[in-house]
T-cell receptor, first 114, second 113 residues
Framework: AQSVAQPEDQVNVAEGNPLTVKCTYS??????LFWYVQYPNRGLQFLLKYITGDNLVKGSYGFEAEFNKSQTSFHLKKPSALVSDSALYFC????????????FGTGTRLLVSP | NAGVTQTPKFQVLKTGQSMTLQCAQD?????MYWYRQDPGMGLRLIYY???????DKGEVPNGYNVSRLNKREFSLRLESAAPSQTSVYFCASSDPGRSYGYTFGSGTRLTVV
Protein backbone atom coordinates (compact mmCIF):
# COMPACT_ATOMS: atom_id res chain seq x y z
CA ALA A 1 0.00 0.00 0.00
CA GLN A 2 1.13 3.50 -0.74
CA SER A 3 1.73 6.01 2.03
CA VAL A 4 3.01 9.54 2.51
CA ALA A 5 4.46 10.97 5.69
CA GLN A 6 4.84 14.62 6.60
CA PRO A 7 6.68 14.49 9.93
CA GLU A 8 6.11 18.12 10.92
CA ASP A 9 2.68 19.42 11.84
CA GLN A 10 3.95 22.99 11.65
CA VAL A 11 7.02 24.77 10.32
CA ASN A 12 7.86 28.27 11.50
CA VAL A 13 10.21 30.51 9.53
CA ALA A 14 10.99 34.20 9.40
CA GLU A 15 10.26 36.14 6.24
CA GLY A 16 13.28 36.18 3.94
CA ASN A 17 14.72 32.95 5.32
CA PRO A 18 14.78 29.70 3.37
CA LEU A 19 12.09 27.16 4.12
CA THR A 20 11.84 23.39 3.87
CA VAL A 21 8.72 21.27 4.30
CA LYS A 22 9.52 17.58 4.57
CA CYS A 23 7.84 14.65 2.85
CA THR A 24 8.71 10.97 2.59
CA TYR A 25 6.80 8.39 0.59
CA SER A 26 6.33 4.68 0.18
CA UNK A 27 5.24 3.65 -3.31
CA UNK A 28 5.70 0.37 -5.12
CA UNK A 29 7.40 0.99 -8.41
CA UNK A 30 8.23 4.44 -9.69
CA UNK A 31 6.48 7.29 -7.90
CA UNK A 32 4.61 10.29 -9.18
CA LEU A 33 4.90 12.98 -6.49
CA PHE A 34 2.97 16.19 -5.95
CA TRP A 35 2.78 19.18 -3.66
CA TYR A 36 -0.45 21.06 -3.07
CA VAL A 37 -1.14 24.20 -1.04
CA GLN A 38 -4.35 25.10 0.77
CA TYR A 39 -5.18 28.62 1.87
CA PRO A 40 -7.88 29.16 4.52
CA ASN A 41 -11.36 28.17 3.40
CA ARG A 42 -10.13 27.20 -0.04
CA GLY A 43 -9.56 24.01 -1.97
CA LEU A 44 -6.16 22.51 -2.68
CA GLN A 45 -4.08 24.16 -5.37
CA PHE A 46 -1.39 22.38 -7.38
CA LEU A 47 2.17 23.61 -6.72
CA LEU A 48 4.48 21.21 -8.51
CA LYS A 49 5.04 17.60 -9.48
CA TYR A 50 7.77 15.08 -10.11
CA ILE A 51 7.11 12.54 -12.83
CA THR A 52 10.52 11.73 -14.25
CA GLY A 53 13.76 13.43 -15.21
CA ASP A 54 15.57 16.11 -13.23
CA ASN A 55 15.43 15.50 -9.50
CA LEU A 56 14.92 19.22 -8.82
CA VAL A 57 11.52 20.39 -9.98
CA LYS A 58 10.33 23.98 -10.00
CA GLY A 59 6.77 25.05 -9.46
CA SER A 60 4.49 27.95 -8.77
CA TYR A 61 5.27 30.95 -6.54
CA GLY A 62 9.02 30.24 -6.44
CA PHE A 63 8.70 26.83 -4.80
CA GLU A 64 10.83 23.88 -5.75
CA ALA A 65 11.16 20.30 -4.58
CA GLU A 66 13.94 17.77 -4.64
CA PHE A 67 13.26 14.13 -5.40
CA ASN A 68 15.63 11.77 -3.60
CA LYS A 69 15.04 8.17 -4.58
CA SER A 70 17.46 6.63 -2.11
CA GLN A 71 15.86 8.45 0.81
CA THR A 72 12.33 8.21 -0.66
CA SER A 73 11.89 11.90 0.02
CA PHE A 74 10.37 14.82 -1.83
CA HIS A 75 10.99 17.91 0.30
CA LEU A 76 9.46 21.25 -0.64
CA LYS A 77 11.79 24.25 -0.57
CA LYS A 78 11.86 27.97 -1.18
CA PRO A 79 14.96 30.16 -0.98
CA SER A 80 13.24 33.15 0.60
CA ALA A 81 9.92 32.84 2.42
CA LEU A 82 7.12 35.38 2.21
CA VAL A 83 4.41 36.04 4.80
CA SER A 84 1.91 35.21 2.05
CA ASP A 85 3.37 31.68 1.85
CA SER A 86 1.68 30.90 5.18
CA ALA A 87 -0.73 28.07 4.41
CA LEU A 88 -1.28 24.33 4.72
CA TYR A 89 0.89 22.19 2.47
CA PHE A 90 0.15 18.64 1.37
CA CYS A 91 2.46 16.11 -0.21
CA UNK A 92 0.85 13.39 -2.34
CA UNK A 93 2.03 10.31 -4.19
CA UNK A 94 0.91 7.65 -6.59
CA UNK A 95 2.67 5.06 -8.72
CA UNK A 96 3.40 5.30 -12.40
CA UNK A 97 1.33 2.27 -13.43
CA UNK A 98 -2.28 1.36 -13.00
CA UNK A 99 -5.06 3.70 -12.04
CA UNK A 100 -3.89 6.99 -10.56
CA UNK A 101 -5.18 7.35 -7.01
CA UNK A 102 -3.33 9.91 -4.98
CA UNK A 103 -2.45 9.28 -1.36
CA PHE A 104 -1.98 12.40 0.73
CA GLY A 105 0.11 13.19 3.75
CA THR A 106 -1.47 14.72 6.82
CA GLY A 107 -0.35 18.21 5.90
CA THR A 108 2.16 20.70 7.29
CA ARG A 109 1.15 24.17 8.35
CA LEU A 110 3.72 26.76 7.31
CA LEU A 111 3.79 29.95 9.34
CA VAL A 112 6.00 32.74 8.04
CA SER A 113 6.49 35.59 10.49
CA PRO A 114 7.27 39.16 9.44
CA ASN B 1 -14.01 29.54 -15.24
CA ALA B 2 -13.08 25.95 -15.94
CA GLY B 3 -12.69 23.70 -12.97
CA VAL B 4 -14.54 21.71 -10.34
CA THR B 5 -17.70 23.14 -8.81
CA GLN B 6 -19.13 21.91 -5.52
CA THR B 7 -22.47 22.73 -3.96
CA PRO B 8 -23.40 23.66 -1.32
CA LYS B 9 -20.45 25.44 0.30
CA PHE B 10 -21.86 25.13 3.81
CA GLN B 11 -24.47 22.88 5.38
CA VAL B 12 -25.73 22.11 8.86
CA LEU B 13 -27.63 18.86 9.33
CA LYS B 14 -29.33 17.24 12.27
CA THR B 15 -28.34 13.70 13.15
CA GLY B 16 -30.27 11.28 10.99
CA GLN B 17 -30.99 13.70 8.17
CA SER B 18 -29.87 12.96 4.65
CA MET B 19 -28.31 15.13 2.01
CA THR B 20 -26.44 15.00 -1.29
CA LEU B 21 -23.28 16.90 -2.08
CA GLN B 22 -23.00 17.83 -5.72
CA CYS B 23 -19.85 18.02 -7.82
CA ALA B 24 -19.39 18.91 -11.47
CA GLN B 25 -16.30 19.36 -13.63
CA ASP B 26 -16.01 20.89 -17.06
CA UNK B 27 -12.50 19.74 -18.01
CA UNK B 28 -13.54 16.47 -19.68
CA UNK B 29 -11.75 14.49 -16.99
CA UNK B 30 -12.48 10.77 -16.81
CA UNK B 31 -11.87 10.29 -13.11
CA MET B 32 -13.51 11.90 -10.10
CA TYR B 33 -13.02 11.59 -6.35
CA TRP B 34 -14.53 12.48 -3.01
CA TYR B 35 -12.28 13.21 -0.04
CA ARG B 36 -12.95 14.34 3.49
CA GLN B 37 -10.52 16.56 5.38
CA ASP B 38 -10.24 16.40 9.14
CA PRO B 39 -7.71 18.15 11.39
CA GLY B 40 -4.55 16.11 11.83
CA MET B 41 -5.69 13.44 9.39
CA GLY B 42 -5.12 15.04 6.04
CA LEU B 43 -7.32 14.03 3.15
CA ARG B 44 -8.95 10.62 3.18
CA LEU B 45 -10.53 9.11 0.11
CA ILE B 46 -14.20 8.23 0.49
CA TYR B 47 -15.14 7.03 -2.99
CA TYR B 48 -13.83 7.44 -6.48
CA UNK B 49 -14.96 6.92 -10.04
CA UNK B 50 -12.21 5.90 -12.42
CA UNK B 51 -14.47 6.47 -15.41
CA UNK B 52 -18.09 7.11 -16.24
CA UNK B 53 -20.19 4.18 -15.12
CA UNK B 54 -17.81 2.91 -12.43
CA UNK B 55 -17.46 3.70 -8.74
CA ASP B 56 -15.23 2.19 -6.06
CA LYS B 57 -14.74 2.48 -2.34
CA GLY B 58 -11.85 4.39 -0.93
CA GLU B 59 -10.38 4.42 2.53
CA VAL B 60 -13.45 5.60 4.50
CA PRO B 61 -16.66 4.69 2.59
CA ASN B 62 -18.94 3.74 5.49
CA GLY B 63 -22.00 5.95 5.78
CA TYR B 64 -21.71 7.30 2.24
CA ASN B 65 -22.94 6.47 -1.24
CA VAL B 66 -22.01 7.94 -4.58
CA SER B 67 -23.44 8.31 -8.05
CA ARG B 68 -21.53 9.05 -11.22
CA LEU B 69 -24.42 10.66 -13.03
CA ASN B 70 -22.50 11.30 -16.24
CA LYS B 71 -18.94 12.22 -17.17
CA ARG B 72 -19.28 15.67 -15.61
CA GLU B 73 -21.07 14.95 -12.35
CA PHE B 74 -20.24 12.88 -9.27
CA SER B 75 -22.47 13.18 -6.21
CA LEU B 76 -21.93 12.07 -2.62
CA ARG B 77 -24.90 11.10 -0.46
CA LEU B 78 -25.18 10.84 3.29
CA GLU B 79 -28.23 8.71 3.98
CA SER B 80 -28.36 9.21 7.75
CA ALA B 81 -25.93 11.82 8.91
CA ALA B 82 -23.90 11.29 12.08
CA PRO B 83 -21.78 13.78 14.09
CA SER B 84 -18.68 11.81 13.01
CA GLN B 85 -19.38 12.97 9.47
CA THR B 86 -18.76 16.58 10.42
CA SER B 87 -15.94 17.49 8.08
CA VAL B 88 -14.89 19.41 5.02
CA TYR B 89 -15.59 17.50 1.84
CA PHE B 90 -13.62 17.97 -1.35
CA CYS B 91 -14.39 16.75 -4.82
CA ALA B 92 -11.57 16.37 -7.33
CA SER B 93 -11.09 15.25 -10.90
CA SER B 94 -8.08 14.08 -12.84
CA ASP B 95 -6.82 14.19 -16.39
CA PRO B 96 -7.08 11.03 -18.45
CA GLY B 97 -3.30 10.81 -18.36
CA ARG B 98 -1.65 9.59 -15.21
CA SER B 99 0.77 12.37 -14.60
CA TYR B 100 -1.30 15.46 -13.95
CA GLY B 101 -2.57 15.10 -10.43
CA TYR B 102 -5.93 16.41 -9.39
CA THR B 103 -7.99 19.55 -9.74
CA PHE B 104 -9.97 20.28 -6.58
CA GLY B 105 -13.23 21.99 -5.86
CA SER B 106 -13.46 24.63 -3.13
CA GLY B 107 -15.05 22.28 -0.62
CA THR B 108 -18.25 21.79 1.37
CA ARG B 109 -18.12 22.44 5.10
CA LEU B 110 -20.63 20.09 6.73
CA THR B 111 -21.64 20.17 10.37
CA VAL B 112 -23.84 17.45 11.83
CA VAL B 113 -25.43 18.34 15.16
Amino acid sequence: AQSVAQPEDQVNVAEGNPLTVKCTYSVSGNPYLFWYVQYPNRGLQFLLKYITGDNLVKGSYGFEAEFNKSQTSFHLKKPSALVSDSALYFCAATRDTGFQKLVFGTGTRLLVSP
Amino acid sequence: NAGVTQTPKFQVLKTGQSMTLQCAQDMNHNSMYWYRQDPGMGLRLIYYSASEGTTDKGEVPNGYNVSRLNKREFSLRLESAAPSQTSVYFCASSDPGRSYGYTFGSGTRLTVV
